[in-house]
């Protein structure tokens, strides 16, 4: 099954709780509980499916920042804040492998 290369990263102090999709054709996620911040992942998702990363701050709260990169560009970014904050990232994965043309 043809994939499209992905990076999750999550910047902050602390831990917090991240969930991942990684190369899966089910969608399942990858779960990891006070993971160390600053914390990054470069994974291989199928075509088709949808790269998604979420976190969740601990009771403690404080701030941290989700970014979902696909084929080395900036897809989504976002940020949570405060005690058991959470943020998610995803975006579309098309089923085809478009590369852009030469110019």
Do not use: F
């Amino acid at each position: 099954m043809p994939t499209a290369p992905v990076t999750y990263t999550v910047d902050g102090q602390g831990t917090a709780q991240i969930t991942y999709i990684a190369r899966s054709t089910t969608g399942a996620g990858t779960m990891i509980q006070e993971a160390a911040l600053p914390w990054r992942k470069s994974v291989r998702v199928p075509l088709g499916q949808t790269p998604t990363i979420s976190l969740i701050l601990p009771d403690d709260g404080g701030q941290a920042t989700c970014t979902l990169a696909i084929r080395g560009n900036l897809a989504q970014r976002a940020t949570a804040t405060g005690p058991h904050g959470r943020a998610t990232c995803s975006a579309n994965l098309p089923r085809h492998n478009r590369q852009p043309a030469a110019q």
